[in-house]
Structure formats: C-alpha cells, structure tokens
C-alpha cells in the first residue's frame, strides 16, 4: 500500500550547486547524559574544535548558520563566546535535522557572491539537562500543536516512540518486516558506538539476542529502537573548494543537495504514504545534482530517532526497494567493515548521542579524511539523510 | 516553500487540563460535543464533498473553506496499534497499559482517527480488523473531570 511519490509531497526545486561548497573544518561537543552545560556552552566547545580542525580563528568566520530553535548559536552568542565583534552573515536555515544537510544550499549563495568566505553552522541541544522541565521530553514540539493537543495526545497517541511504533508495526504489516530485523539496525549502530569513544554507548555492547531479550514499552518498540536523550553539540565550516585545498585537513565537496516535504507535516497519522518518509523526494534530487547513483555510495549516515525511521530512509533513499529494507539490513549490512553498506559508523543518535543529525555530517567528513573511529575502506561517497517528519533532505559528500 | 523548519520549542503547556482535550477551542468543539452525544462526527468539505482529517482551515484537495461536521457509522479497520505500558506523561500513570491505535473509517479509509482500543486482548488485534465506536471517558491522574470519547472495540 505505497502511494505515488507526488501525491503526498514533493521537493524543493533546487539549482545545481554541485561542486561550489567544500567543508573544511569539523568538530563536535563532548557528548554525554545530563551535563548541567547550556546549550551556547555545548555549541561553543564544537566550534572551538572545528577552527582547529579547519586551522582558522574565530574572526575568519564571516557566515553563522543556525535553526530557529531557543538557544542556538547564533551571532549575539559567538561574539560573547570569542569575544569578537566583527561582521557577520546569519542564516537560521542551517541548525542540525534536515538543515545540516541543506545548509550547504543555502551558504553556496553567500560564497558565491563574497557575502561570507567561511561559513559556520552548528547545532547543540542540552535536552538531557532539560529533560524534566519538558512535556513528554522531546516531545514538547509536539504537544505545542493544538490539533495533537486535542485529536491525538488525549488517547494517550503521543509522544515520538508511540507515533513510530505505530508506522513500524504497520511497515510489519504491509512488507513482513520483524523485530530481528529492526534489531539488527540497533546492533550495527551500537557496534560502531562501542569503536567510538566519543560515543555515549561506548561502553555498552548489543547483541541481537540481548536485543530480542529487552522488554519492549511500546510494543512493538524496544528501548534499543530508540535514540538516546543527550546533551551535545556540533559545528561545521564551509567555504569555497579553492580556500579549502589549502586548509589542513582534505576537504569534503557538497556534490548534491535535496529537501523533500510532506504535505501532511508532522501529523503522521494523517500521511497516505503512512510507511514512508519524504526521502522518496529529496534522495533523487541529491543523487541526480551529484551524479551518482545509491550503488556508488560508500557511507549512509541518517538521522535515526527510531530503527525504523532509518530502515525507511534506506528503502526511500533508494538503497533497496520499498518493503524490502528488512531484508536489507538483517545481519551485517549496515556495519563499517564487513557490511554492503556502511551506516551511521559513529554510532547514529541510537547510540553516539542525540544531536540531531550534526555529528552525522561531521562524520562523513571524518569518515572521507579515513579519520573514522569505524573507518570505511576507501571512503569516497559519503551521505547524510536528514529528517524532521514533515521534511527529509539528503546530503551527498565526495572526498575533495 | 517551507523552508524555515518547524521546530520551534515555544514554551511550556499552562493549560491546566492538559493533556484533556479543550472541548472550546473552535476548530475541535464540534468532534467532542459530538462524543458528548455518543455521535462520532467528522468534518466534511462543503466544496468537494470529501472528508477533511483534521479540520484544517482549507481543504487540501479543493482549497474551498467551508466545512460541516456530519455523523458517520462508527465502524471501521483497525489501521495500526500499539502497546504503551511506559507512561510517557505523569499523567498517563494509571493508564497503562493501554493501547493507541489508528482506526480507518468504513466512510473513507483514508481517515484515519487516533483513538484507543478498549476491552479488547491486545494479543488478539490484527490488522484490518473490523471495529466499532464505543463512548468512553477520557480521565487522567491529577487532572480534574472527564470527556467523552470516541474509542473502539471489536466489532
């Protein structure tokens, strides 16, 4: 029961920016449970490092990007944290979720016309810090909706893990896909957590057996189906592909860039393609600037709150057929080293840290530079898919 | 296009009835005082004819505004379920487990209501399994009063 692509959404009707932005620098917040830091302190620590890594002072930065989001990063906050004064481009079209894959779009104008020469975004959240102070944690976006407040939230339909638990079990349905299977996406993120120490699993294996064996809460999700509750942040820089040959570290050169939408936002119960994600729009228009194909693709990073959001993405993105994603990543498909297609290898917001999507794109840098903690073989094509519910955007990285 | 994302955080939930629904805010009023009544009412676009789930202000296949709310049968498919048995609000405590489901309405499948199944085994749900509308009232610990609602039950 799929719907045609187009009549429940549709992309952005992007230009070609192909091969007009590079990142050069990257860096991401220590990243933990509850840490008492605020947010501006988490962001702040991630853009310390990623001037390191691109080998460039604060007063280089002449282009800020963030999301509209309490708390961000944004001018104010970078001047009181360097202590710097100077002029700045700003953009609230970056931020982590579906901006950090389409910041790029955004900044390309700024660099092409000499607004900015090196443009930040970053992305932070103190939502483990937070947490008690939130309705129904992460879920307080969601409760401020009135039509969820009064159709949905009332018959206890909400928050995040009961909306995905709902789409999983009818994917169950509809495609034969299983808990062993769901279980496997949880066991490769994992797998790459425990190889990373910067991760907030690092310390704590899965198997597919302890998996199977966890109780589940929201039938049919385990915890191990969903991503943590984290405070932490990341940051990275962009500037032309002529500055960044000379900056320290290899570049990754944006190749190609999609924003995909749903017309029926983030009410999901609502959505005819009730089993499927706006990748379906976003991933062919990436793929199509980049010209490249799914098979050229080293790396797929995406933002996964729940193991079937990035078992969705997989088959929208067009790493396999609709419904047939289960298959797919049963076994070791999806890790770093003996699978087919290398996924989330710092460990994902499963298990790295919930931030939003950020580290995924550090990540990819790294993985293109062969820093990775769980390094690909000859990293050339990496990609981050991005996912708000009502947006998916997709990201495709070449190694400059 | 909409490119400004939509996560804003805007503040904290003050009413003091959360998370009961609010039988006065306009666009909803109508679907509880229709519960109040054990009638389960949907709104229909006066412009198409087609149901319109959730009453948004213009209809997404005709743009037209208008809109009535008219009684269907109460029957319909179980479209999807789940088990809760964590309390994701304080005031789901004395709720759990329960079950949220998606119920496609025999009218228009299409429309697919967020409500709960009741006296049911939830091992025995299935998909596509045939329910039926039952008023139940909707109450949470630490919340004053209660609200008729549409739940379900197996036909």
Redesign the interface.
Known sequence: MTTEPGSWGYA??FDDITGQVAICGVGDSDMSKASGRTTQQIVGQAVERALDDAGLEPRDVDGLMY????EQFDVAAFHEHFGTDHDIWES??G?G???AA?APYYAAEALRTGRARYVLNTFGVAWATQRG?????P???H??D??K???????????Q??YF???A??HM?EFGTTEEQLGAIAVACRRHANLNPAAVMHEKPLTLERYLAS???????RKEDCCLISDGGGAYIMTTPERAADAPKRPAIVAGVG?G?A?T???W??Q?A?TSTPAVFSAPAAFRMAGVTPADVDLFTCYDPFTIVTLMQIEDSGFCEKGAGGEFVAGDTLHYDTGTLAHNTHGGMLSHAYVLGISHVVEVVRQLRGEGTAQVADCEIGVYGGY?G??CSTLVLRRG | ?????????????T?AQ?????VT?P??AE??AGAARDELVIPRCDGCGRFR??PKPEC?ACAAEPYSWVPVSGRGTL????????P??PQ?AD?VP?V???VALDEDP?V?L???MVDCD?DALA?DLPVTVTFRP?AFAGVDGS?P?P?FVPA
């Open positions: 952005s009707d999301v509209g989001m309490p609230r079209r931020g979720m579906t901006g389409t102070e939130m309705t129904g944690g879920g307080e976006t409760a401020q009135l039509f407040q009064n159709l949905e939230i009332p018959f206890g339909w909400f928050p893990p009961v638990a709902t789409i079990r009818r349905h109780p589940k809460f929201v039938d049919p999700f924003l939408h017309s936002g983030t009410h119960a609502q005819p009730f708000t009502p947006q | 296009m909409a490119d400004e994302q939509d996560h804003r955080i805007e503040g904290k939930i009413r959360f998370p009961l629904p609010d805010w666009a909803t679907f509880w789930w959730y997404p479209f999807s379920w789940v088990v809760v048995t964590h994701f609000l789901f709720l329960f949220p489901a998606l299409g697919r967020p409500t709960r939830p998909f909707i609200v609602a739940m």
